[in-house]
């Protein structure tokens, strides 16, 4: 594999707060590489580094090069902040940006391909907050870059809008670019990335594919039972499964879909009434807690109630009821920004 980015014990402090303490990382080409972690968490000052928007200790190289010294036609970049001349529409926006490089897609065709064919004459600060992220990342889009870095790139996008980016970062990789991306979204990351990486306190603890991290480190699936009669149940269950006792219910542990007709059989004829049924598989969010000791939101950890009736983003389903119931990389620009704040 062809190392694209490389970086190599990078740190990086404001004052006495450590952003990067050593972090260590290579993305070959046609990859994309999600780093996952909460606000603080250092990767946006990652994403500062490897594009040589801020300086940083250790070893970054692009392309081979510093990134300073690597031809900005040949890299994209969406910040996390970016606010463009609100009364400009899209479509001047990107011809502005396009106008930057020496070879430069059509504005029209970017613009397309982000959802904004029909907007693209609406003064940017009329268009919605979705809207408006959208003509982000078709800034970014624009010079056709070999490196594409997207820092939480669907923020205040709607779900069709995210689907739609998703499926444009798919054929970008498939034409060879590669995608350095952070995100808040375990769902994003798991559904585009090839690797991970996941960042906490400027520290990378853990690097793999989705499914690899999963096996590794995520746990067993489990089946949340929503029950006032958790003793009741855990002594109906105990023997033939792992329970652990929840706030409004109890958890099982080790079960397979096709064991979830034996666990309630077993409540019925014990005369349990319980509510829903939830069945969930281990995510990258039981990853981060297993890695780091809390969820993905900063709570410490601890068991955390199941999983509500219905289906969710993080993959958990509910069985039923019971008896009872951009812009392109600036090289070799100094940011005067300070540490993350709600990055």
Known sequence: MDEVLVAENVRKSYGDVQALRGVSLSVGAGEVFGLIGPNGAGKTT???????????????????????????????????????????????????????????????????????????????????????????VGAALVNDPDVLFLDEPTTGIDPAGRRAVWRLVDRLTAGGTTVFLT?????????????????????????????????????????????ESAREATDALDGNYAVSVVSDGLVVSGVDPRDIGDVATTLDEAGVDYGSLAW????????????????????????????????????????????????????????????????
């Open 46 to 136: 990652l994403v500062r580094g490897l594009t040589g928007t801020t300086s940083v200790e250790g070893t970054v190289r692009v392309l081979g090069k510093p990134p300073e010294a690597v031809d900005a036609n040949r890299l994209g970049l969406l910040p996390q902040s970016f606010s463009p001349a609100a009364r400009l529409t899209p479509r001047e926006l990107l011809s502005h940006y396009a106008g930057l490089y020496d070879a430069a897609r059509d504005p029209d065709v970017v613009l397309d391909e982000v959802g904004l064919a029909d907007t693209a004459d609406t003064w940017y600060e009329h268009l919605s907050g979705g809207q408006q992220r959208r003509t982000c």
């Open 183 to 227: 995100s808040h979204s375990m769902q994003e990351v798991a559904r585009l990335a090839d690797r991970v990486g996941l960042v906490r306190g400027g520290e990378l603890v853990a690097v793999g594919s989705p499914d690899e991290l999963i096996r590794e480190h995520g746990g067993e699936s489990t089946l949340a039972v929503e029950t």
């Open 280 to 343: 969930s598989e281990p995510s990258l969010e039981d990853v981060y807690l297993s890695l780091t000791g809390e969820s993905f939101e900063g709570q410490e950890r601890g068991v955390t109630p199941p999983a509500s009736a219905g289906e969710s983003d993080d993959g958990s389903v509910a069985v039923g009821d019971g008896a009872g119931a951009g812009t392109g990389a600036s090289a070799g620009t100094e940011t005067s920004a300070g540490p993350e704040e709600g990055r």
